[in-house]
């Protein structure tokens, strides 16, 4: 029988033979697996994979959502008796399209490109009144690249992977609610063993022509940043923040404070309870400018 490997040395799992599929072989580490960024920690390509966590929640807010405006002409809404409280339903899934594609002839690394697609849904479950329709729908397709890196860094930590991507984000409403933006981002995580991770993107907006602008102004309150942090307290329980427009957005942006419960063993279960905690602007597209809190409670599907 192989030594079991030390997790907190990714550099010594060149001998570890995987007893399951790579990407769920937890001898790895979680950005590791996420990103197949090793040999032995690859599923392969064209497979299905989670992304974002699939989700179904509710949630209510500080408020009803307010009528949805923007600065470009024709794009400012009608009043709708929405209600504070909806349901809450995420889909998020992607494949690797191709790996190894500048680690080639690396025995032990993998690069990979992967396209990735996630949708959010609100859903005025209880408003019997509109006769309960969905709010909003917001779709991302996305197209990413890592390449994998295992740098060293002060007190353990270990630089673990380093890309780029370009999204596209919008909701497939007509005027006067359609909202969209594209951007490019540089992209990397760090992590300490199997108990912190912190993983980063810095973006710049693709501008568009005056006349196709549906938001001209969505910077300034989605700012060009995002970081995520995440602490595993134990096998079943995991926290996580994210802060939104800590570079630019003109001291506006969100915080999102989330809690993970394992429901059944957390090594064969991907089901958590998810509870969720949102302040600030952009809780959805077309709330962008608009500054919410918002509780959410429910389930999710992590990464499978």
């Known amino acids: 029988m192989d030594k079991p490997v030390d997790v907190a040395q990714p550099a010594t799992r060149v001998i570890a033979v995987a007893d399951t599929e790579g990407c769920r072989d937890r001898q790895y580490s979680a950005l590791s697996r996420f990103w197949e960024l090793e040999e032995g ?3 392969g390509t064209f497979t299905f994979r989670g992304y974002r966590p699939l989700n179904v929640s509710i949630s209510t807010a500080d408020g009803r959502p307010q009528t949805p405006t923007s600065p470009a002409e024709g794009h400012t809404g009608t009043a709708m008796a929405y209600q504070p409280s909806e349901m809450r339903i995420g889909l998020s899934v992607r494949t690797k399209l191709a790996e190894g594609l500048l680690t080639r002839g690396d025995p032990l690394r993998r690069d990979s490109l992967w396209f990735g697609y996630t949708q959010q849904s609100t859903w ?6 509109l006769s309960r329709p969905f709010r909003t729908t917001d779709h991302e397709p996305e197209l990413m690249y890592a390449y994998p890196l295992d740098l060293s860094l002060p007190g353990g930590w270990r630089w673990r992977y380093a890309g780029l991507g370009l999204v596209h984000q919008s909701n497939g409403q007509s005027l006067p609610l359609s909202r969209s933006w594209n951007r490019v981002y540089l992209m990397g995580g760090v992590e300490l063993d199997n108990r912190f991770a912190i993983t980063a993107r810095v973006w710049h907006r693709v501008h568009e022509s005056a006349a196709d602008d549906d938001n001209p102004d969505i910077t300034n309150y989605l700012g060009h940043s995002e970081i995520i942090g995440t602490w595993n307290v134990d096998p079943v329980n995991t926290l996580r923040g994210t802060a939104r427009g800590l570079i630019g957005g003109s001291g506006k942006g969100s ?3 989330e809690w993970l419960r ?20 952009g809780d959805t597209l077309v709330d962008y400018n608009r500054k919410r809190t918002v509780l959410s409670v429910g389930l999710s599907l992590v990464d499978f």
Do not use: E
């Not at 005025?124 to 009144?129: A, G, I, L, M, R």
């Not at 394992?262 to 602007?281: E, M, T, W």
């Open 124 to 129: 005025q479950v209880f408003n019997s009144d």
């Open 255 to 257: 915080v999102r404070l």
């Open 41 to 43: 920690s690859s599923c």
């Open 262 to 281: 394992a429901i059944g063993d957390p090594a064969k279960s991907d089901l958590r309870f998810h509870v969720q905690l949102f302040h600030g602007y």
